[in-house]
């Protein structure tokens, strides 16, 4: 299993420029989240899916939209980038039973730049 | 909503020695906390978790306490290793929801 993948790993945008980072679990999971983690203030949800299908915002979901393609899969697309949108994006996914019912399993992040 | 501190925000300990990081909520209704280390250049990882109805958790060198009447929880690190430094996020939870919050984060520096 490669667990929650997402790529790109790095980008650099200019301001108002579009961007779609991408996510998937293979583990079969149902909720999945996006994160941001700025110095300081930990990590911060963007949006969330509880199943396929259903979004939820989050935290600091401004200027942020998502899509839960599949039960695999859930992107996070910048419309138009902000230098304030600088930071490392993070997916996570959750299974709803078993013992690890209530770990957030997370990627590797994506580390974003907006110039 | 929910608001989680966590002191301190930066921790440097000799090899051998203990480690504590502190964490408060504000939302009583909070009934599972877990505990997350991120090392550098890679998403947080699980380490340890504790549910309401119980007071303390270990996990070999790992434990961690929860007083819910005053709405504080604690990781513990005892003989830490150079392996332990990291980021350390304590998060809280209502298992109702889809939601965690997390802390700001500890970065817990051990020194050789």
Same mark, same amino acid.
């Given at each position: 299993n490669a667990g929650v993948t997402q790529t790109p790993k790095f980008q650099v945008l200019k301001t108002g420029q579009s961007m779609t980072l991408q996510c998937a679990q293979d583990m079969n999971h149902n909720s999945m989240y996006w994160y941001r983690q700025d110095p300081g203030m930990g990590l911060r949800l963007i949006y969330y899916s509880a199943s396929e299908g259903t979004t939820d915002k989050g935290e600091v979901p401004n200027g942020y939209n998502v899509s839960r393609l599949n039960k695999r899969e859930f992107s996070l697309r910048l419309e138009s980038a902000a230098p304030s949108q600088t930071s490392v994006y993070f997916c996570a996914s959750r299974p709803l039973q078993g013992p690890s019912y209530n770990e957030q399993f997370f990627g590797p992040g994506t580390r974003l730049t907006v110039l | 909503g929910e608001n989680v501190e966590q002191h301190p925000s930066t921790l440097s300990v000799q090899e051998g020695d203990s480690a504590v990081i502190k964490c408060t909520y504000s939302d009583s209704a909070s009934n599972y906390f877990p505990w997350y280390k991120q090392e550098l250049g890679k998403g947080p990882q699980l380490i340890i978790d504790i549910r309401s109805n119980v007071g303390e958790k270990k996990d070999q060198r790992i434990a961690v306490t929860l007083n819910k009447t005053a709405k504080h929880f604690s990781l513990h690190i005892t @003989?830490?290793?150079? @392996?332990?430094s990291a980021v350390y996020f304590c998060a809280a939870m209502k298992t109702s929801y889809d939601k965690v919050i997390f802390g700001p984060g500890t970065s817990l520096s051990v020194i050789p």
């Amino acid at each position: 299993n490669a667990g929650v993948t997402q790529t790109p790993k790095f980008q650099v945008l200019k301001t108002g420029q579009s961007m779609t980072l991408q996510c998937a679990q293979d583990m079969n999971h149902n909720s999945m989240y996006w994160y941001r983690q700025d110095p300081g203030m930990g990590l911060r949800l963007i949006y969330y899916s509880a199943s396929e299908g259903t979004t939820d915002k989050g935290e600091v979901p401004n200027g942020y939209n998502v899509s839960r393609l599949n039960k695999r899969e859930f992107s996070l697309r910048l419309e138009s980038a902000a230098p304030s949108q600088t930071s490392v994006y993070f997916c996570a996914s959750r299974p709803l039973q078993g013992p690890s019912y209530n770990e957030q399993f997370f990627g590797p992040g994506t580390r974003l730049t907006v110039l | 909503g929910e608001n989680v501190e966590q002191h301190p925000s930066t921790l440097s300990v000799q090899e051998g020695d203990s480690a504590v990081i502190k964490c408060t909520y504000s939302d009583s209704a909070s009934n599972y906390f877990p505990w997350y280390k991120q090392e550098l250049g890679k998403g947080p990882q699980l380490i340890i978790d504790i549910r309401s109805n119980v007071g303390e958790k270990k996990d070999q060198r790992i434990a961690v306490t929860l007083n819910k009447t005053a709405k504080h929880f604690s990781l513990h690190i005892t @003989e830490t290793q150079p @392996e332990d430094s990291a980021v350390y996020f304590c998060a809280a939870m209502k298992t109702s929801y889809d939601k965690v919050i997390f802390g700001p984060g500890t970065s817990l520096s051990v020194i050789p």
